[in-house]
């Protein structure tokens, strides 16, 4: 703490200045009172097909208003986990400059940075290389920074990429710290710098010549005698025997940067840099990501046992090098410390194309919402940029849950070197696969096992104990990572959240009953949100076939114009739109953004929360097993082309296209069917809100009708998938004039 003041010895010492303020933002009561009316217009639509049903005189109008009702019923329920963001909204400000008069900086908690990557193919290792090598140079004592990077690809080439990291850090660091760089990924920064100092210049062409060593390697798949330089490193390579898999390889741990020991160019100290790839065996689960970080949590334990810990996904280099500093305004307030878990950065993402044709920035799930959370008891954990006090992992906040052997508990303080046979033994035991069995990682301690939604399930479950949480958003991005850019792999990462999510949902952890019975209404709603992304799928899929199959076989289903009804419909519509719109703008986003997000929602609807509920009721009775599929971050120029002008990438035959595609064809043929019907009866009262609905949907499909039939590039719908959509258009079409006439 700072020094005693000269004058304070007669007067009692002034308040410490604060580290950070909140304001609920103002929207918070028009959001409450407009929660009120939509539920009386909720409550009058459900009213509304309850009669219906009773009042239903065929099968065919039974089911019909049946299904209306049961997916009305999901929206209903979706929309009201929504509003739980909306009740208390908030925004914080840290005030960095205030940090050093409350806590002195040689007080400054030690803080341990993990970044996770598990295949060099996908994740390119200069890629990670860059994360790193942004967090080793933030504006904190080197000596208090340990960087372990864990490689769950098992892969040599991701070593040998650290290695050459490693000895450019000792001119990157200090560069960057002489020269107030911002930019502390130096991908980032010779990016958007034309390096004019000779300085800078040289650093670059540092950079240029370890990118294409590196590059060459991976491209080669392994290190060569050649860019082998000393026997240690040759020790180290020599642990890829012929038996080394990706899934069965003993562990190894290489300190490739001990704080202390090795100096920077300019005589500073560096941080502690470890390289580490846990021991797997086709034999034993490994939990992917969870289980790599529950490595890390150990393996760091054993070398530095930092009270901070930070996770980074290989891809989210740092922006901006006083992240710490703002974490730790709030990590260190005296006020507020003890029960506060985590402290979480929003994702941000650098590439997106200006009107982000896939909604990758997910400005719900990483902006929005968190906001609305934070107001409440804290936001959900998010995978990266987010800073945790070690003891969140150990039990809740006043019952530490011990670990097995006393090394590993949070409050352990190490003293032997990293480099020491002590530490890189029960390093290497605490690696091991057998460490875990019949152990309490997993389930109560360390990152939570049972999840491909590992972060999201891990942050609920520390909430559940009485961790808090906080979302800090500041005006400078903490941090920035990749997106997707191509359709498949944006709807096959979709899927896998929604079964990792509905995995939480329908357990015995259910945020409905669980989490509302530990956190209360209002949390536990949030975070069924989430678990339930899944189940989105029963009504837009609904909503995307039954009114445009009944209007292809003349039944309509909705109420008319001139019906008092049609107006409620007019109402829940607009209301729900509206709202979202307006959400996104005054979060400074562009009305085109706010579309295309809505249409990846019913993309999303029809295609990956499909086959993510379908995958996780099969896995439910056992008949599959589903993994993590890494997202690749590899950049294909003319994708990436495309992508830049906002054109879909299709290209790839996936099965998660053949239910867009079918929605595409049924929407348009109904639409004009429809119109026909119109233009011959002169009469559209009738059949109004399905022309509107095949009409909305049309116009979302835009880019799909390119794709089939306009376009010529490689990106376009491969003729196969646009064959087999025919195909089951047509069996949806002749089902449902079946249907209707039985
Ligand atoms: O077995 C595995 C699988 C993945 N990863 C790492 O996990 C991270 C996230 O993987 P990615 O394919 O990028 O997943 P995304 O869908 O982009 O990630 C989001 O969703 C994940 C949960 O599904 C979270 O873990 C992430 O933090 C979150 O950003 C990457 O650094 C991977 O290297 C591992 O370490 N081991
Ligand atoms: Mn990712």
């Known amino acids: 703490m700072g020094g005693p003041s000269k004058s304070s010895t007669t007067h009692s010492s002034p308040p410490p200045p604060p580290l950070h303020t909140l304001e609920v933002m103002r929207r918070a009561g028009l959001n409450r009172v407009f929660a009120l009316v939509y539920t009386c217009g909720i409550l009058a639509l459900l009213y509304h097909h309850s009669l219906a049903l009773l009042h239903s005189t065929t099968l065919l109008s039974f089911s019909l208003t049946l299904s209306l009702l049961l997916s009305d019923a999901v929206l209903a329920f979706m929309w009201s986990t929504t509003q739980s963001f909306r009740m208390r909204p908030i925004r914080r400000r840290a005030f960095l400059e205030n940090l050093t008069r409350v806590v002195d900086e040689s007080q400054f908690p030690a803080m341990d940075v993990f970044i996770c990557t598990a295949d060099p193919y996908k994740e390119p290792p200069m ?117 080394f898999t990706r899934q069965d390889h003993p562990t190894v741990i290489q300190v490739l940067l001990e704080s202390g020991k090795e100096m920077d160019e300019a005589g500073h100290e560096m941080p ?58 709030y990590l260190s307030d005296p006020s507020s410390a003890s029960k506060l878990g985590y402290v979480q950065f929003p994702q941000l993402f650098h590439g997106i194309n200006k009107n982000d044709i896939y909604a990758s920035e997910l400005k719900r799930l990483f902006q929005l919402n968190p906001v609305g959370m934070d107001g409440i008891a804290g936001t959900s954990y998010v995978g990266t940029g987010c800073f945790f006090r070690r003891r969140a992992f150990f039990g809740g906040p006043s019952t530490l849950v011990s670990s097995e052997i ?81 359709l498949d792999d944006v709807l096959n990462q979709n899927k896998r959240w929604s079964i990792g999510l509905l995995e939480v949902g329908f357990s015995k952890y259910s945020p409905v009953t669980f989490g509302t019975w530990c956190m209360g209404p209002l949390m536990g709603l949030s975070y069924a949100h989430y678990a339930f992304w899944g189940i989105w799928s029963i009504p837009i899929t609904t909503y995307a076939f039954l009114p445009q199959l009944a209007l292809l076989t003349g039944v309509s289903m909705f109420p008319k114009v001139s019906d008092p009804w049609f107006y409620l419909y007019v109402f829940l519509f607009l209301g729900a739109y509206g709202q979202d719109c307006l959400d ?159």
């Open 272 to 329: 502690n840099l470890v390289y580490l790839s846990r021991q797997k065996s086709k034999t034993s689960p490994h939990h992917f990501k969870a289980g790599a970080l529950n490595v890390l949590l150990r393996v760091s334990a054993t070398m530095t046992n930092a009270p901070v810990v930070l996770t980074l996904d290989c891809d989210m280099y740092s922006n901006d090098p006083q992240t710490p500093l703002r974490a730790l305004c």
């Open 127 to 243: 890629s990670v290389v860059n994360t790193a090598l942004s967090v080793m140079a933030y504006d904190y004592p080197p000596e208090k920074v340990s960087v372990y990077v864990s490689d769950d690809g098992g892969s040599e080439l991701t070593l040998f990429a650290f290695m050459e990291a490693a000895k450019f850090a000792a001119h990157w660091l200090p560069f960057c710290r002489m020269n107030k760089i911002e930019d502390r990924c130096p991908d980032a920064y010779f990016r958007s710098n034309q390096a004019g100092a000779s300085e800078a210049e040289k650093l670059k062409t540092m950079y240029e010549s370890m990118k294409e060593k590196v590059e060459s390697v991976v491209e080669k798949g392994h290190v060569g005698e050649e860019c082998i330089t000393t026997e240690h490193e040759r020790e180290a390579f020599n642990k890829w025997t012929t038996g």
């Open 406 to 486: 006393p090394e590993l508990n949070p409050d352990n303080v190490v003293t032997k070197s990293i480099r020491s046979q002590a530490v890189l033994k029960l390093a290497h035991l605490v690696a091991s696969c057998n460490f875990e069995s019949h152990s309490k990682w997993g389930s109560e301690m360390g990152f939570r096992y049972g999840s491909l939604v590992e972060d999201y399930y891990t942050g609920y479950r520390l909430q559940c104990e009485g961790w808090k949480s906080v979302f800090c958003h500041p005006d400078r991005a903490a941090f920035f990572g990749d997106v997707p850019i191509n």
């Open 584 to 742: 996104f703008i005054l979060a400074g986003s562009t009305v085109q953004r706010w579309w295309n997000d809505q249409r990846m929602w019913m993309i999303r609807g029809v295609s990956s929360y499909v086959f993510g509920f379908i995958d996780f009721i099969l896995k439910s009775f056992g008949i599959s097993a589903h993994g993590f599929n890494v997202t690749s971050k590899v950049v294909d120029d003319e994708q990436s082309k495309r992508y830049n002008q906002g054109i879909f990438e299709f290209g790839v035959p996936s099965p998660l296209f053949v239910p867009l595609v079918t929605t595409a064809i049924i929407n348009l043929i109904s639409f004009l069917v429809g119109l026909i019907g119109v233009i011959r009866s002169r009469d559209m009262g009738e059949i109004f809100v399905q022309l509107f609905l095949s009409g909305f949907v049309m116009v979302n499909c835009w880019p799909i009708y390119e794709a089939m039939v306009l376009r010529t590039d490689k990106g376009r719908m491969p003729t196969k998938t646009t064959k087999i959509s025919i195909l089951l258009s047509l069996a949806l079409y002749l089902a449902a004039s079946l249907i209707v006439q039985i």
